[in-house]
């Protein structure tokens, strides 16, 4: 295991595909409910606690080595919303490149070739996570992280807010991230003994109902 690995697999410019969303950011500001540092704080808690859970136990059960089809059909389950069905397996169809560039492996390979047009993200995360070598705590870590600094980075450019700020908003939430971070891993460790079911199912039908609107916008600076 080499934890330098996290750094790559956790850094902004690893070509993802992620800085083209904003993470449901763009919506809540047209909407006004994110105007400034304070509402996008409480905006980035919201949505780590719900679709950054669920995320996270994905990912980390992804890297403990259950399998990802049984996963991928969780994270459906778990996605009511067709807009943001489309974007998960389109952004883990860009994770699926970069991955398999980067950490190539059998499990990559399989995953890719039963899922052509994307397997959920957070479930690709996580493989990518264990060609990489690390825990499943790890995974976690790095997807939840994501779900945070994608709202954050967008507002930089919806709000023109200053990046310090958006960046203290991240700092502000780092014992919340450990805390969804170690749900998400235990989820994944229960999975054992209780089946996918013991993955988080927590919900956000604001985040739901303002993606399916959003992306019938006819101009938008953010594919979701």
Same mark, same amino acid.
């Given at each position: 295991?080499?934890?330098?690995?996290?750094? @790559?697999?956790?850094?902004?410019?690893?070509?993802?595909?992620?800085?083209?969303?904003?993470?449901?950011? %763009?919506?809540?500001?047209?909407?006004? #409910?994110?105007?400034?540092?304070? &509402?996008?704080?409480?905006?980035? /808690?919201? /949505?780590?606690? &719900?679709?950054?859970?669920?995320?996270?136990?994905?990912?980390?059960?992804?890297?403990?080595?259950?399998?990802?089809?049984?996963?991928?059909?969780?994270?459906?389950? #778990?996605?009511?919303?067709?807009?943001?069905?489309? @974007?998960?397996? /389109? $952004?883990? !169809?860009?994770?699926? #490149? *970069?991955?398999?560039?980067?950490?190539?492996?059998?499990? $990559?390979?399989?995953?890719?070739?039963?899922?052509? /047009?994307?397997?959920?993200?957070?479930?690709?995360?996580?493989? *990518?996570?264990?060609?990489?070598?690390? +825990?499943? $705590?790890?995974?976690?870590?790095?997807?939840?992280? %994501?779900?945070?600094?994608?709202?954050?980075?967008?507002?930089? !450019?919806?709000?023109?807010?200053? +990046?310090?700020?958006? &960046?203290?908003? $991240?700092?502000?939430? &780092?014992?919340?991230?450990? #805390?969804?971070?170690?749900?998400? *891993? %235990?989820?994944?460790?229960?999975?054992?003994? %209780?089946? @996918?079911?013991?993955? +988080?199912?927590?919900?956000?039908?604001?985040?739901?109902?303002?993606?399916?609107?959003?992306?019938?916008? +006819?101009? !938008?600076?953010?594919?979701?």
């Amino acid at each position: 295991m080499s934890r330098a690995a996290l750094l @790559v697999l956790a850094d902004g410019r690893f070509p993802a595909g992620g800085h083209a969303h904003s993470g449901g950011a %763009e919506p809540a500001v047209a909407a006004g #409910r994110i105007k400034d540092a304070a &509402t996008l704080e409480a905006f980035c /808690r919201g /949505r780590l606690h &719900t679709a950054g859970l669920v995320a996270a136990g994905l990912a980390a059960a992804a890297a403990a080595g259950h399998d990802p089809l049984l996963l991928d059909d969780a994270a459906d389950a #778990r996605t009511p919303v067709p807009a943001l069905r489309q @974007v998960a397996r /389109r $952004l883990g !169809r860009q994770m699926m #490149r *970069a991955a398999r560039a980067t950490w190539p492996s059998a499990a $990559l390979d399989a995953l890719a070739t039963a899922r052509p /047009r994307g397997a959920h993200q957070p479930v690709v995360l996580g493989l *990518a996570a264990r060609s990489a070598g690390l +825990p499943p $705590l790890d995974a976690a870590y790095a997807v939840a992280y %994501e779900n945070i600094s994608g709202p954050a980075t967008a507002a930089v !450019r919806l709000l023109s807010l200053d +990046p310090f700020d958006a &960046t203290a908003v $991240l700092a502000h939430l &780092t014992a919340d991230l450990d #805390r969804v971070a170690e749900q998400g *891993a %235990e989820a994944a460790r229960r999975i054992a003994s %209780e089946g @996918v079911d013991a993955l +988080p199912a927590a919900s956000a039908p604001l985040l739901d109902i303002t993606a399916q609107q959003h992306a019938a916008w +006819p101009v !938008r600076l953010f594919a979701s």
